[in-house]
């Protein structure tokens, strides 16, 4: 085979062969798939939540759960942004779209106020011009909680010191009132000593004075009305035992529990009977 007619000849002196570029790598369709997956995950778990608007404010898409900064107005339905705020972020909202459209750049306001469950939660507010072909003069609008501004740590301690004032304060008070409390039950009780103390003298002294009758009374002959009145003081308190008691020779029969003043009442009467069938024979 003559030189130049193909083979394996080397190449011409002075030649320089072409490097191999190196194959483009293709990803997988699967690994495509689970980046977005993982986009979507990520833009909705962490990222604000927002709407884009177009050049008059009206709601072209929605992203996140805008629920906590929008809501439907009542009446006809309507899809404009400023219509759609809930109470508090109108002024910085217009004011933030307003400055970005005239500068053309992004806006950010922090610390607005939306009133939510009964109080004012913080927001922060940024507005993003967006250029597109499909709408032009659109905007993003992100909307994202903002913490509560922290504490110095003197106003912290003087926080803790004015509350606990207002604990120890709280507890005075428990306890004043709950010695007044004790103190008037205390009296009570004494009281009614005192009163049960007046009634079982009052009953001894009856008692000591019938003794005194029954005493005499039996100094006296049974023929002349000497008998003594019996009383008798029993658990049971039916009409048969009663019954029982009277035939039993007992002039008068309380059950038990005895009361005081039943007990001196009974003892006068008998001791009154008494004295009339002595003076009467």
Do not use: C
Not at 239 to 267: C, S, Y
């Amino acid at each position: 085979m003559k030189p130049g007619d193909g083979g394996d000849d080397p190449p011409p002196r002075g030649t320089v062969n072409a490097p191999h570029e190196p194959a483009e790598e293709v990803q997988a369709p699967w690994e495509i798939d689970l980046s977005r997956l993982a986009d979507r995950i990520l833009l909705a778990k962490y990222a604000p939540a927002g709407v884009i608007v177009n050049e008059d404010l009206d709601v072209l898409h929605v992203r996140g759960r805008t629920g906590p900064y929008l809501e439907m107005p009542s009446g006809a339905a309507s899809f404009n942004l400023l219509k759609m705020l809930r109470e508090g972020l109108l002024v910085d909202v217009r004011a933030a779209v307003k400055r970005a459209r005239t500068t053309g750049a992004p806006v950010r306001r922090d610390g607005a106020q939306v009133r939510r469950n009964g109080g004012l939660v913080r927001v922060n507010i940024v507005v993003v011009p967006v250029r597109a072909s499909t709408a032009p003069g659109a905007f993003l609008v992100l909307f994202e909680d903002s913490p509560p501004p922290a504490a110095s740590a003197s106003k912290r301690r003087g926080a803790d010191r004015t509350k606990l004032r207002g604990q120890e304060r709280r507890t005075t008070q428990v306890l004043r009132a709950e010695l007044k409390s004790t103190k008037e039950y205390l009296q009570a009780i004494i009281n009614e000593r005192e009163a049960a103390n007046e009634e079982l003298k009052s009953a001894s002294e009856e008692l000591q004075s019938t003794n005194e009758e029954l005493q005499s009374t039996n100094e006296v002959p049974p023929e002349q009305g000497g008998r003594v009145p019996a009383l008798a003081l029993t658990a049971y308190v039916r009409p048969e035992d009663r019954e029982r008691v009277v035939a039993a020779g007992f002039n008068q029969h309380l059950a038990k529990p005895i009361d005081p003043v039943d007990l001196a009442g009974a003892v006068a009467q008998l001791t009154a009977r008494a004295s009339a069938t002595t003076r009467h024979p």
